[in-house]
C-alpha cells in the first residue's frame, strides 16, 4: 500500500529569484490545481542564477522530488506488467514512463531576479 501524499506534485518556482539564495517548497495539488499541502523544501542557489551549475542543479533536484509520485506509479505499473506478461502490450506503462520522465526533466521557465 503506497502512503505518501497523492499526486500531482509541483516544484514552486513561479516567484521572481532573488540573490544570494531562496528557500522553495514542492507541493502537492488537490484535484482542482490548488496547494493542498507542503510535502518539502528546497535551497536554491541563486547566486549563479539563471544558468549556473549549482542554480540548475537544485532546480534539476526539485522536478525530481515532484516527479516522485509519478515515477513511483510507472515502476508500479511496470512491476505489475512483468508479473502478468503482459509488458510487451502496455501502451499505459510505456506513456506513464514517459510522461515522468519529462516531468523530471523538463527545464523551468527562465525568471527574472526578484531583487
Not at 539564495?21 to 541563486?46: H, P, Y
Not at 516527479?67 to 509488458?87: F, I, N, R
Request: glycine share 6%.
Amino acid at each position: 500500500m503506497i502512503n505518501h501524499t497523492p499526486r500531482p506534485w509541483q516544484a514552486d518556482l513561479s516567484e521572481p529569484f532573488t540573490l544570494g539564495g531562496d528557500s522553495r517548497e514542492v507541493v502537492a495539488l488537490d484535484a482542482n490545481g490548488m496547494v493542498n499541502r507542503g510535502i518539502c523544501a528546497f535551497m536554491l542557489d541563486t547566486d549563479d542564477h539563471p544558468n549556473g551549475k549549482y542554480f540548475l542543479e537544485d532546480v534539476a533536484n526539485a522536478r525530481l522530488i515532484a516527479a516522485a509520485p509519478e515515477l513511483l506509479a510507472a515502476l508500479v505499473q511496470v512491476q505489475q506488467d512483468c508479473k502478468s506478461g503482459s509488458l510487451d502490450h502496455s501502451i499505459f506503462t510505456i506513456e506513464a514512463i514517459q510522461a515522468a520522465i519529462s516531468k523530471a526533466l523538463t527545464p523551468i521557465e527562465d525568471k527574472k531576479d526578484g531583487g
